[in-house]
Structures are given as structure tokens and as C-alpha cells.
């Protein structure tokens, strides 16, 4: 139990800030899909080397990172766009990786794949989950300042800086890896929830974007926190526990929020004089 | 002197229809040249393959005397997320990418060059409003400022005053003329003709290929107006190969 609070705890740390570049850079919805795309990748390792969460971080890191540079580099050579392209990759990824599981496992596994098993975390995995959330701050400090300049203005980083995208490349690997952090605790259904949950209640919270990813890491970490307790008391499974708990601080968000939230924007105030 | 930017024999497709045809000419340092022509004429598509964004089909554009990080454009529709959390003094300070990059800090001296960019557009009291406040002409005022920090030797713009209020307009076209003033070579992409009789010098005017260019007086005559409205805007789906050796 106490290597489960810690691993959501880091777990919380890196995937706030991914969540929130990731929704400020519309890109909200192709987490889940690239949240999808580990499976065949987690199911190989599976297969091959049983529940070891060594062969399937690495098999599910190998095949979300396919799924990312197959989709990007057909968006950057045919101009197709970046949704349709993802849609159609994970696609492919997600039937793939379900014919593996149900051809060779059963769905015990397809289970254990699909929802995780925190309280099964033990200290190899520990130092995945922490290993990867320091990379993570790590690398979104060096690389912050083009990574938001990318995401606000993308022509304009492409005019003064070569190799702009290359930021964007770094960043899907980064998005990639905290969900293989995420599918051993949260599942692979489930890891990409505790990334876009939390950063879409910050929104309602901060106006800037590093603000905002400290908001989104706060949530993340108390949702983790609370989530787990609450699987842990009432005997529920952890991964939903800590999603919902992400929700209704999301949920909560909306309408109490200080930026665009419900309550601000229909709350009866006399209008300013200019 | 060799010219700001030289075009040889340019010519840039489009799915093997070009947008830009045999297109020749010379842009002289510290020249103030509007590009003018019928939608569809490939006004745009030119100030792209300057900037290196559109591959050239045949010919050349020779800008060796530029490094890129001295040319700034500004495109017709920047792809620029207007609902981004950040703020306007942030954006100016972009201006100073050359001098920051990813890692390097930003100076007291820096900021206060962005805060005085923004003076020259008369936007320094919105330094900490964020962008989404801001209504399409501020928008343009604060992208010009971050101009003004660029410090290019080349700007492009491409319809910088499109669906913007005539005050906005006269304020931008003042720096422009500043741009002018100090001897950087200045191409914009215009639609009012009255106002590039008043304030450019030299225009290009262009339906696929040069119509015109030259001393501004010269190149917008009725006649060369007409000839580039005659321009076919559609693609002719039979059209035949070019004659014209590459």
C-alpha cells in the first residue's frame, strides 16, 4: 500500500504537466489513443515473458512511440491531419493488440492489461514510475519554452528555429512514456485519464501555462491519493477509483473554478464601467 | 550590390499546376515593395517559398546574402492559437528568439526592449493581459512588435491589414515606414491599391507570373490592372504541359 501512494504520487507529477500541454495543444483526445496503442506492444511482453513489467513497459513503450512517429510522419509527408492519422494508427494497434492476448492469453489477462493492479507495484516498478516522472520535469524544463512557442504559434518556431519539430517528437516520447508508467498502476484504458482529468480542471483554475501545470501535477497527486484510499477502505478496484476521484475534482472544477468556471460566469455582478 | 533577394525563372506548383510561373525579378535592399494582384494570382505561395515552407518546383530564389534568422514574416492566417494562456509581453518577447532560444535567460535590458516595442504600438498598458483579451487589431499590433525585436533585415507580410480598423492601419503602416526608414528591404502583400500609391514605392504586380514590377505609378496602370484580372483563377484541368524550358 505504501509503494502504491508513492508510485501515484509520481505518477500524479509527470502526468499533470504532460496533461496539460497535451490538452493546450488540442491533442486531448489522441492520449487516449496513443493510451490504446500500447496494448499489442504491453501484450507481447506479456506474453513472452508473463506479468513482468520490465519486458511489457518495454514492449508497450515501443509500440505507443511506432503509433506516435507513424501518425506524425504520414501528417508531415501527405498533410493529412494529425486526428485522422492517429485514429487510424491506433486503431490498427488496439486490434492487433487484442488478437495477440486472445490468441495466446486469456481474459484474465486481457484484464490485467487493460485495468492495471496497483497494489501489485513493487519496488522495480517504484523505480520505473519515479524514474520516468523525473525525466519527465526534467525534460519539460529544458525544452518548455519551444514546446509552448510549438503550441501557440507552431509557424513561427518553424521560421526562427530549424528543427522545430524535433520539440514535438521529444514531447510525444515523453507523453508515451508516462502512460507506460501509467498502465501497470491505472491500466491501459485508465493510465491516460490520470493525464488529461486533472489538466482539464486546471484550466478553470490558472492563466498560465506553468501555473496551470502545477495545478493539473496538485490534482493529479490528490486524486492518486484519495482514490487509493478509497480502493483500499472500500475494497474497490484502484485504477477507476482514482480516475472518478480525478473526475469529480474535474467535475468540481467547472463549477467553482475562478476562470470561466459555472458560478463565476452566471453569478448576478454589475458590470464594470470599461 | 547584390539585390535582398533575387528570383530566377521561379516556378512553384501546386499538383503540377503552378501558382507561381516563370516568375523573374530582383527586390532591392531597403525597398518597400507591395505585391499586388487578383486572388488566386500567387502572392502568397511566393512569400511562403521565400520563406523556405513551400519546395520549389523549378528556378531559383536566392536570398544567400540573408541568413534565415534575419527574415521575419508575418502569414496571412498564422496558425496562432488566439485562446492560449499566455500574455502579451510574453508573445513580444519571442521577437527576441535569436537571443534567448530554449535556455538562455531573459535580461532586465531584454525585457525592457519588448516593453518599448510595445510602446511603438501603443499597447504598453496590455503587457499582462493574456492574448484572448485582445481584439483582432491589438492582435496585429502585438505580432508587429514582436517584429520590431526581430530586427530582420527582410520582412514579410502577407495582408498584414486585412480586417483591420483604419487607426490600427495607419499605426502599423508608421512602422512600417520606420522599417523603411532604416534601410530594411520591406515586402507586403496588399489589396488596397490606394493605399500602395500612398505608401509604397515599388509594387509587383502578379497573376502567376509578373504582369508588372516596378516604380508603383508605373506598374498600376489600368491597362496592366486589367491584363492581371484577365488571369484565369481556375485550374484548367487540360491544361498542357509547359513549353517553357525549365
Not at chain 1, 487516449?32 to 499489442?40: I, M, N
Not at chain 2, 505561395?45 to 518546383?57: D, S
Request: proline share 4%; charged share 15%.
Amino acid at each position: 500500500m505504501r509503494r502504491a501512494l508513492v508510485a501515484c504520487l509520481a505518477l500524479g507529477l509527470g502526468c499533470g504537466p504532460v496533461g496539460v500541454l497535451l490538452m493546450l495543444r488540442r491533442m486531448s483526445l489522441m492520449g487516449d489513443a496513443l493510451s490504446h496503442a500500447v496494448l499489442p506492444g504491453a501484450a507481447i511482453g506479456f506474453l513472452i515473458a508473463g506479468f513482468s513489467l520490465a519486458a511489457m513497459s518495454l514492449g508497450g513503450f515501443a509500440a505507443g512511440l511506432t503509433v506516435a512517429l507513424l501518425a506524425g510522419l504520414v501528417t508531415r509527408f501527405t498533410g493529412q491531419r494529425e486526428d485522422a492519422s492517429f485514429a487510424a494508427f491506433y486503431l490498427m494497434s488496439l486490434a492487433l493488440g487484442v488478437l495477440i492476448v486472445s490468441t495466446r492469453g486469456s481474459s484474465v489477462d486481457l484484464l490485467h492489461v487493460l485495468f492495471g493492479t496497483i497494489l501489485a507495484v513493487d519496488d522495480a516498478s517504484l523505480i520505473l514510475v519515479a524514474s520516468i516522472a523525473s525525466l519527465t520535469l526534467l525534460t519539460l524544463a529544458v525544452i518548455y519554452r519551444p514546446l509552448i512557442v510549438e503550441c501557440f504559434d507552431p509557424g513561427f518556431l518553424q521560421s526562427v528555429q530549424a528543427w522545430g519539430t524535433a520539440y514535438h517528437l521529444a514531447f510525444l516520447i515523453l507523453v508515451v512514456l508516462n502512460l507506460v508508467a501509467g498502465f501497470q498502476a491505472l491500466g491501459t484504458l485508465m493510465a491516460v485519464g490520470l493525464m488529461m482529468l486533472p489538466a482539464a480542471a486546471a484550466r478553470f483554475w490558472a492563466q498560465e501555462v506553468w501555473s496551470m501545470a502545477a495545478v493539473a501535477a496538485g490534482i493529479a497527486v490528490l486524486s492518486g491519493y484519495i482514490g487509493l484510499l478509497l480502493s483500499y477502505h472500500a475494497n474497490l478496484p484502484s485504477g477507476p477509483a482514482i480516475i472518478l476521484t480525478a473526475g469529480m475534482a474535474y467535475l468540481l472544477s467547472i463549477v467553482l473554478g475562478t476562470q470561466d468556471g459555472l458560478l463565476v460566469r452566471f453569478l448576478p455582478r454589475q458590470h464594470l464601467q470599461a | 550590390m547584390k539585390p535582398a533577394l533575387q528570383l530566377d525563372d521561379l516556378t512553384i506548383c501546386y499538383n503540377r499546376h503552378p501558382a507561381v510561373h516563370h516568375l523573374s525579378g530582383a527586390f532591392h535592399r531597403g525597398s518597400l515593395t507591395a505585391i499586388v494582384g487578383p486572388n488566386g494570382a500567387g502572392k502568397s505561395t511566393l512569400l511562403k517559398a521565400i520563406m523556405g515552407l513551400l519546395p520549389v518546383t523549378t528556378g531559383r530564389i536566392d536570398h544567400a546574402a540573408l541568413a534565415p534568422s534575419e527574415i521575419a514574416y508575418l502569414p496571412q492566417q498564422a496558425q496562432i492559437d488566439r485562446s492560449f494562456p499566455i500574455t502579451v509581453l510574453d508573445v513580444v518577447m519571442l521577437g527576441h528568439w535569436q537571443r534567448i532560444s530554449v535556455l538562455r535567460a531573459v535580461t532586465t535590458q531584454l525585457r525592457d526592449q519588448a516593453v518599448a516595442a510595445l510602446a511603438a504600438v501603443e499597447l504598453v498598458d496590455f503587457q499582462r493581459r493574456p492574448i484572448r483579451s485582445l481584439s483582432a487589431g491589438q492582435f496585429q499590433r502585438v505580432l508587429f512588435a514582436r517584429m520590431l525585436l526581430q530586427d530582420a533585415r527582410l520582412i514579410l507580410l502577407d495582408e498584414p491589414f486585412t480586417a483591420i480598423d483604419a487607426r490600427t492601419t495607419a499605426d502599423l503602416l508608421n512602422v512600417v515606414r520606420t522599417w523603411h526608414d532604416q534601410q530594411r528591404t520591406v515586402i507586403a502583400v496588399l489589396h488596397d491599391l490606394e493605399q500602395v500609391r500612398v505608401h509604397f514605392p515599388e509594387t509587383l504586380l502578379m497573376a502567376r507570373s509578373s504582369i508588372a514590377w516596378g516604380q508603383t505609378a508605373q506598374v498600376l496602370t489600368p491597362e496592366n490592372l486589367q491584363r492581371a484580372r484577365q488571369m484565369a483563377e481556375a485550374w484548367d484541368e487540360q491544361a498542357l504541359l509547359c513549353g517553357v524550358n525549365p
